[in-house]
């Protein structure tokens, strides 16, 4: 759900020729070499992960808990590569490690509440978001708000969800996965009024998604408005024309 932006590549071939120096006889190097050489791998990992090279990934990442098994940072990226690789009970187990070593870290909460709330362990997670929301050197609690309602709302609590989500929207009244979220959380409650004002604010902020688009078709069609429904129906067919969301709006006409 939200993350540190790694080194991009021109930094990546330096990055890779440390540690292709530094981690060729681990057995007689120093700690602190070791501990660096772990964090430019535990690094390299994450970049790896970003473009997609998975299995390059977790060969960085092995390489960093074998230089330093107490590395948190590699734990946490090891975690979410388990994410990433559908292996959930090694994902719980290197989230939990991270913690262990560094258990005041908030993205580090944030990202195991995204997990547990995936697993459906929604009281979980939503108690790492509140931790990671309440703790004042995060910089982005609007975040942590956003996805304790959401996942809130995927455990049918919908009165808790609204309320982490207005949080979410007075510390960033422009965060565009609260609105929408919110647009989504009042169309299922039968408000639509409050869904098309949500909805608005979300597309004022942020580029139109297939998904969105096809909300304001339901939205405008349950407030009796048939033009607006179609033109956000026409934007939706021309922009996303593959998408399922169009196919039920062609099929819905």
């Not at 939200?2 to 007689?28: E, H, M």
């Not at 990442?61 to 590699?74: G, I, M, Y």
């Not at 995060?138 to 809130?152: I, L």
């Not at 929207?169 to 979220?181: E, F, K, P, Q, V």
């Amino acid at each position: 759900m939200n993350g540190v932006r790694l080194p991009g590549l021109v930094l990546l071939a330096g990055a890779l020729a440390l540690a292709g120096c530094t981690t060729t006889s681990s057995d007689r190097v120093s700690q602190p070499q070791l501990k660096k050489a772990s964090e430019i791998n535990a690094k390299l990992g994450g970049e790896y992960m970003q473009q997609g090279q998975l299995k390059t990934a977790k060969e960085k990442l092995d390489k960093a808990l074998k230089e330093n098994s107490d590395n948190a940072d590699a734990h946490s990226t090891y975690a979410l590569l388990m994410m990433r690789l559908d292996r959930p009970d090694e994902a719980r187990e290197h989230f939990e490690r991270a913690l262990d070593l560094d258990s005041s870290n908030p993205s580090l909460h944030n990202n195991y509440g995204t997990f547990l709330c995936q697993q459906g362990d929604y009281d979980a997670g939503i108690k790492q978001f509140l931790s990671a929301a309440k703790n004042k050197l995060y910089e982005t609690p609007a975040y942590a708000y956003s996805n304790a309602g959401q996942c809130a709302r995927d455990a049918g609590r919908p009165d808790e969800a609204r309320k982490y989500l207005r949080q979410a929207l007075a510390h960033d009244h422009r965060m565009a996965s609260a609105l929408y979220a919110m647009a989504r959380l009042e169309m299922d409650q039968g408000h639509p009024e409050a869904a098309a004002r949500y909805i608005k604010r979300f597309h004022k902020v942020a580029t139109p998604v297939a998904q969105s688009l096809w909300l304001g078709v339901r939205i405008e069609r349950a407030l009796g408005d048939q033009s607006a429904a179609r033109d956000y129906g026409r934007k939706l067919v021309r922009n996303f024309p593959d998408s399922d969301e169009a196919e039920q709006f062609l099929e819905s006409r």
